[in-house]
């Protein structure tokens, strides 16, 4: 497992002290940010758990069945959880700019 970059209280204020003077953030209010700082950081927990626990498991060839659907969803909703924090920041609304296809219809498990 990799070192945490943005966990900490003093990196986590200077990027938002940084990203404020920074015009193309600032042209979306006071609160973008703070929101991508909050994005960012939680982007980078999501990142390494799926690469450091769903990612390896995924690999793993015991993994199956009743398992692996379970696997599937848990990194189902890590991706839910990452698609969030891309779109919650206005920045990068201009990727997507409807999130409608986020909504799943539920699958029947049988």
């Known amino acids: 497992m990799s070192q945490s970059i943005l966990q900490k209280k003093h990196e986590i204020e200077d ?3 940084r990203l404020a003077r920074c015009a193309i953030v600032a042209r979306y209010g006071q609160e973008e940010p703070g929101a991508l700082v909050h994005a960012f950081s939680d982007l980078e927990e999501s990142f390494r ?3 450091d626990e769903h990612l390896p498991r995924l690999a793993d060839p015991l993994v199956q069945g009743e398992q692996l ?3 599937l969803l848990d990194i189902q909703q890590e991706f839910r959880h990452i698609l969030y924090h ?3 920041p206005q920045i990068f609304r201009v990727l997507e700019p409807t999130h409608g296809w986020l909504t799943v219809a539920e699958v029947e498990r049988s």
């Open 69 to 71: 659907e379970d696997l």
């Open 86 to 88: 891309i779109h919650d």
């Open 49 to 51: 758990k799926f690469l």
């Open 15 to 17: 990027l938002q002290q």
